[in-house]
Protein backbone atom coordinates (compact mmCIF):
# COMPACT_ATOMS: atom_id res chain seq x y z
CA UNK A 1 0.00 0.00 0.00
CA UNK A 2 3.31 2.31 0.25
CA UNK A 3 2.76 3.15 -3.14
CA UNK A 4 -0.27 5.30 -2.63
CA UNK A 5 -0.31 9.08 -1.37
CA UNK A 6 -1.72 8.19 1.58
CA UNK A 7 -1.08 5.51 2.75
CA UNK A 8 -1.99 5.21 6.09
CA UNK A 9 -5.90 5.42 5.03
CA UNK A 10 -5.76 1.82 4.12
CA UNK A 11 -5.44 -1.12 6.31
CA UNK A 12 -5.14 -4.88 5.59
CA UNK A 13 -7.69 -7.84 7.09
CA UNK A 14 -4.77 -9.22 8.58
CA UNK A 15 -4.17 -5.73 9.97
CA UNK A 16 -7.86 -5.73 11.56
CA UNK A 17 -7.71 -9.18 12.88
CA UNK A 18 -4.49 -8.03 14.84
CA UNK A 19 -6.10 -4.80 16.09
CA UNK A 20 -10.08 -6.58 16.74
CA UNK A 21 -9.61 -6.40 20.47
CA UNK A 22 -7.82 -3.01 20.81
CA UNK A 23 -9.61 -0.46 22.72
CA UNK A 24 -8.34 2.48 20.98
CA UNK A 25 -10.07 0.80 17.61
CA UNK A 26 -13.57 1.20 16.66
CA UNK A 27 -14.63 -1.20 13.58
CA UNK A 28 -17.56 0.45 11.85
CA UNK A 29 -19.61 -1.69 9.28
CA UNK A 30 -21.29 0.38 6.55
CA UNK A 31 -23.36 -1.71 4.23
CA UNK A 32 -26.05 -0.78 1.13
CA UNK A 33 -27.83 -3.91 2.35
CA UNK A 34 -28.41 -3.53 6.35
CA UNK A 35 -29.67 -6.29 6.84
CA UNK A 36 -26.35 -8.02 6.39
CA UNK A 37 -24.75 -6.82 9.76
CA UNK A 38 -27.17 -9.02 11.47
CA UNK A 39 -26.33 -12.52 9.74
CA UNK A 40 -22.87 -11.81 10.83
CA UNK A 41 -20.32 -9.04 11.10
CA UNK A 42 -16.60 -8.86 12.69
CA UNK A 43 -16.23 -9.38 16.23
CA UNK A 44 -16.59 -5.48 17.81
CA UNK A 45 -17.95 -3.87 15.00
CA UNK A 46 -20.84 -1.60 14.98
CA UNK A 47 -23.10 -0.94 12.73
CA UNK A 48 -23.57 2.37 10.70
CA UNK A 49 -26.51 2.92 8.76
CA UNK A 50 -26.06 5.22 5.90
CA UNK A 51 -29.49 6.57 6.06
CA UNK A 52 -30.80 6.09 9.47
CA UNK A 53 -27.68 7.13 11.11
CA UNK A 54 -26.12 9.62 8.36
CA UNK A 55 -29.02 11.44 7.16
CA UNK A 56 -30.98 14.25 8.56
CA UNK A 57 -34.79 12.52 9.20
CA UNK A 58 -36.53 15.04 7.68
CA UNK A 59 -34.99 17.44 5.15
CA UNK A 60 -32.41 16.13 2.30
CA UNK A 61 -29.13 16.56 4.36
CA UNK A 62 -26.52 15.29 6.94
CA UNK A 63 -27.00 14.87 10.20
CA UNK A 64 -26.03 17.77 12.20
CA UNK A 65 -23.44 18.71 14.75
CA UNK A 66 -24.79 17.93 17.48
CA UNK A 67 -26.37 15.01 16.09
CA UNK A 68 -22.85 13.53 14.61
CA UNK A 69 -21.82 14.20 18.40
CA UNK A 70 -24.30 11.86 19.78
CA UNK A 71 -23.36 8.96 17.18
CA UNK A 72 -20.10 8.75 17.88
CA UNK A 73 -21.24 8.64 21.91
CA UNK A 74 -23.85 6.15 21.95
CA UNK A 75 -20.86 3.87 19.63
CA UNK A 76 -18.09 4.29 22.21
CA UNK A 77 -16.30 6.77 19.75
CA UNK A 78 -14.10 9.43 21.31
CA UNK A 79 -11.95 11.77 19.41
CA UNK A 80 -8.90 10.13 19.31
CA UNK A 81 -10.51 6.97 18.60
CA UNK A 82 -9.30 5.35 15.24
CA UNK A 83 -12.20 4.34 13.26
CA UNK A 84 -11.86 1.68 10.83
CA UNK A 85 -14.99 1.07 8.04
CA UNK A 86 -15.58 -1.62 6.05
CA UNK A 87 -18.90 -3.00 4.00
CA UNK A 88 -20.51 -4.67 0.92
CA UNK A 89 -20.22 -3.80 -2.55
CA UNK A 90 -16.40 -2.88 -2.65
CA UNK A 91 -16.49 -0.66 0.19
CA UNK A 92 -19.13 1.46 -1.53
CA UNK A 93 -20.98 2.15 1.77
CA UNK A 94 -18.13 2.51 3.57
CA UNK A 95 -16.03 5.38 2.12
CA UNK A 96 -19.86 6.89 2.10
CA UNK A 97 -19.40 7.04 5.83
CA UNK A 98 -15.75 8.02 5.82
CA UNK A 99 -16.73 10.77 3.86
CA UNK A 100 -19.42 12.25 6.47
CA UNK A 101 -17.04 11.55 8.94
CA UNK A 102 -14.61 13.93 7.13
CA UNK A 103 -17.32 16.57 7.00
CA UNK A 104 -17.06 16.97 11.03
CA UNK A 105 -12.98 16.38 11.18
CA UNK A 106 -12.95 13.02 12.44
CA UNK A 107 -9.52 12.40 10.71
CA UNK A 108 -8.46 9.12 12.55
CA UNK A 109 -10.29 6.84 10.10
CA UNK A 110 -9.37 4.20 8.07
CA UNK A 111 -10.82 1.76 5.59
CA UNK A 112 -10.15 -2.02 5.66
CA UNK A 113 -8.97 -2.97 1.70
CA UNK A 114 -11.56 -5.27 0.11
CA UNK A 115 -14.23 -4.57 2.60
CA UNK A 116 -16.51 -7.62 4.07
CA UNK A 117 -16.01 -9.86 1.06
CA UNK A 118 -12.45 -10.41 1.47
CA UNK A 119 -12.76 -10.68 5.27
CA UNK A 120 -15.61 -13.49 4.58
CA UNK A 121 -13.41 -14.66 1.87
CA UNK A 122 -10.73 -15.49 4.00
CA UNK A 123 -12.82 -17.23 6.56
CA UNK A 124 -12.09 -14.82 9.31
CA UNK A 125 -14.57 -15.29 12.49
CA UNK A 126 -17.86 -13.32 12.20
CA UNK A 127 -20.18 -12.82 15.18
CA UNK A 128 -24.09 -11.95 15.21
CA UNK A 129 -23.67 -10.58 18.61
CA UNK A 130 -23.83 -6.39 18.67
CA UNK A 131 -21.25 -4.79 21.15
CA UNK A 132 -22.27 -2.79 23.47
CA UNK A 133 -19.65 0.26 24.33
CA UNK A 134 -19.33 2.62 27.44
CA UNK A 135 -20.62 6.19 25.74
CA UNK A 136 -17.98 8.49 25.24
CA UNK A 137 -17.44 12.18 25.32
CA UNK A 138 -17.37 13.49 21.53
CA UNK A 139 -16.82 17.58 20.51
CA UNK A 140 -17.50 17.25 16.25
CA UNK A 141 -15.80 19.98 14.14
CA UNK A 142 -18.30 22.35 12.55
CA UNK A 143 -19.29 20.60 9.54
CA UNK A 144 -16.84 21.42 6.52
CA UNK A 145 -19.18 21.36 3.75
CA UNK A 146 -16.93 23.83 1.93
CA UNK A 147 -14.07 21.39 1.73
CA UNK A 148 -15.15 18.12 0.58
CA UNK A 149 -18.63 18.66 -0.58
CA UNK A 150 -20.26 20.87 -3.63
CA UNK A 151 -23.56 22.03 -3.24
CA UNK A 152 -25.56 22.22 -6.87
CA UNK A 153 -24.64 26.35 -7.52
CA UNK A 154 -21.12 25.79 -6.64
CA UNK A 155 -21.43 22.66 -9.64
CA UNK A 156 -23.13 25.20 -12.02
CA UNK A 157 -20.27 27.50 -11.42
CA UNK A 158 -17.76 24.34 -12.29
CA UNK A 159 -19.59 23.49 -14.80
CA UNK A 160 -19.97 27.12 -16.64
CA UNK A 161 -15.82 27.84 -15.44
CA UNK A 162 -15.23 24.62 -17.73
CA UNK A 163 -13.42 22.65 -14.61
CA UNK A 164 -13.59 18.85 -14.51
CA UNK A 165 -16.40 16.55 -13.45
CA UNK A 166 -16.06 12.65 -13.22
CA UNK A 167 -19.49 10.86 -13.31
CA UNK A 168 -19.33 7.68 -11.59
CA UNK A 169 -22.22 6.28 -12.92
CA UNK A 170 -23.21 3.16 -15.13
CA UNK A 171 -22.38 3.98 -18.91
CA UNK A 172 -26.46 3.33 -18.99
CA UNK A 173 -26.64 6.36 -16.75
CA UNK A 174 -24.40 8.64 -18.05
CA UNK A 175 -26.20 8.15 -21.46
CA UNK A 176 -29.65 8.70 -20.06
CA UNK A 177 -30.62 5.32 -20.89
CA UNK A 178 -31.50 4.88 -17.54
CA UNK A 179 -32.14 6.94 -14.13
CA UNK A 180 -30.29 4.23 -11.99
CA UNK A 181 -27.97 1.05 -12.17
CA UNK A 182 -29.69 -2.04 -13.75
CA UNK A 183 -32.15 -3.93 -11.58
CA UNK A 184 -32.78 -0.75 -9.35
CA UNK A 185 -35.86 0.66 -9.59
CA UNK A 186 -35.65 3.78 -11.96
CA UNK A 187 -36.68 6.44 -10.28
CA UNK A 188 -35.75 10.05 -8.69
CA UNK A 189 -35.28 11.78 -11.45
CA UNK A 190 -37.12 13.43 -14.13
CA UNK A 191 -34.65 13.52 -16.78
CA UNK A 192 -31.53 11.48 -17.91
CA UNK A 193 -28.02 12.18 -18.86
CA UNK A 194 -25.27 13.92 -17.54
CA UNK A 195 -23.47 17.20 -16.41
CA UNK A 196 -22.12 18.98 -19.42
CA UNK A 197 -18.53 18.20 -19.72
CA UNK A 198 -18.52 15.39 -17.13
CA UNK A 199 -16.17 12.23 -17.90
CA UNK A 200 -17.85 8.72 -17.19
CA UNK A 201 -15.34 6.50 -15.12
CA UNK A 202 -17.87 4.07 -13.12
CA UNK A 203 -16.72 4.03 -9.47
CA UNK A 204 -16.52 -0.05 -9.68
CA UNK A 205 -13.49 0.45 -12.42
CA UNK A 206 -10.91 1.29 -9.36
CA UNK A 207 -11.82 -2.01 -7.59
CA UNK A 208 -10.31 -5.44 -8.03
CA UNK A 209 -12.35 -8.30 -8.11
CA UNK A 210 -11.50 -9.70 -4.54
CA UNK A 211 -12.80 -5.59 -3.08
CA UNK A 212 -9.68 -4.42 -3.15
CA UNK A 213 -8.36 -0.82 -4.45
CA UNK A 214 -5.86 -1.04 -7.57
CA UNK A 215 -2.64 -0.36 -7.45
CA UNK A 216 -1.58 3.78 -7.93
CA UNK A 217 -0.63 2.76 -11.63
CA UNK A 218 -3.39 1.28 -12.43
CA UNK A 219 -5.71 4.01 -10.62
CA UNK A 220 -3.15 6.62 -12.64
CA UNK A 221 -3.68 4.53 -15.92
CA UNK A 222 -7.54 5.00 -15.92
CA UNK A 223 -8.01 8.92 -14.41
CA UNK A 224 -4.92 10.68 -16.17
CA UNK A 225 -3.85 8.75 -18.98
CA UNK A 226 -7.05 7.83 -19.88
CA UNK A 227 -9.59 10.53 -18.84
CA UNK A 228 -7.13 13.35 -18.52
CA UNK A 229 -7.27 14.31 -15.41
CA UNK A 230 -4.14 16.05 -13.57
CA UNK A 231 -3.29 16.27 -9.79
CA UNK A 232 -3.93 19.85 -9.47
CA UNK A 233 -6.84 19.80 -10.84
CA UNK A 234 -10.01 21.31 -9.15
CA UNK A 235 -12.28 17.85 -9.56
CA UNK A 236 -15.81 17.46 -8.26
CA UNK A 237 -17.27 13.69 -8.42
CA UNK A 238 -20.96 13.06 -8.32
CA UNK A 239 -23.43 9.74 -9.06
CA UNK A 240 -27.18 9.27 -8.03
CA UNK A 241 -26.88 10.54 -4.50
CA UNK A 242 -23.56 11.17 -3.29
CA UNK A 243 -22.58 7.16 -2.59
CA UNK A 244 -20.87 5.79 -5.29
CA UNK A 245 -19.01 9.27 -6.00
CA UNK A 246 -17.80 8.89 -2.27
CA UNK A 247 -15.99 6.12 -3.17
CA UNK A 248 -14.19 7.96 -6.23
CA UNK A 249 -13.45 11.10 -4.52
CA UNK A 250 -11.86 8.29 -1.85
CA UNK A 251 -9.65 6.82 -4.66
CA UNK A 252 -8.54 10.42 -5.80
CA UNK A 253 -8.03 12.39 -2.50
CA UNK A 254 -6.25 9.57 -0.81
CA UNK A 255 -4.72 6.91 -2.89
CA UNK A 256 -3.76 9.75 -5.33
CA UNK A 257 -3.15 12.66 -3.97
CA UNK A 258 -5.35 14.92 -5.28
CA UNK A 259 -5.13 17.99 -2.71
CA UNK A 260 -8.88 19.70 -3.84
CA UNK A 261 -11.81 16.93 -4.81
CA UNK A 262 -15.61 17.54 -3.60
CA UNK A 263 -18.16 14.97 -3.67
CA UNK A 264 -21.69 16.40 -5.00
CA UNK A 265 -24.10 14.41 -2.64
CA UNK A 266 -27.22 15.96 -4.80
CA UNK A 267 -26.04 13.86 -7.90
CA UNK A 268 -28.34 13.26 -10.13
CA UNK A 269 -31.50 13.17 -8.59
CA UNK A 270 -30.89 16.87 -7.63
CA UNK A 271 -29.76 17.58 -11.04
CA UNK A 272 -31.96 15.62 -13.28
CA UNK A 273 -35.09 17.18 -11.33
CA UNK A 274 -33.63 21.22 -11.31
CA UNK A 275 -35.15 23.38 -13.84
CA UNK A 276 -32.99 25.04 -16.75
CA UNK A 277 -29.78 23.35 -15.86
CA UNK A 278 -27.60 22.00 -18.85
CA UNK A 279 -27.98 18.53 -19.47
CA UNK A 280 -26.45 16.31 -21.92
CA UNK A 281 -26.61 12.96 -23.33
Not at 34 to 47: F, K, M, S, T, W
Not at 126 to 145: C, E, F, L, S
Not at 171 to 180: F, I, K, Q, V
Not at 206 to 233: C, H, M, V, W
Amino acid sequence: MTEYAHPEVLVSTQWVADHVNDPTLRIVESNEDILLYDLGHIPGAVQIDWQKDLNDAVRRDYLTRPDFEALMAANGIANDTTVVFYGDKNNWWATYAFWVFQLFGHANARVMDGGRAKWEAEGRPMTKARPAYAATPYQAHPRADYKIRALRDQVLAHVQAGQPLVDVRSPAEYSGELLHMANYPQEGALRGGHIPGARNVPWARAANADGTFKSAAELRAIYEEEQGLKPDDNVVAYCRIGERSSHTWFVLTYLLGYPSVRNYDGSWTEWGNLVGVPIEK
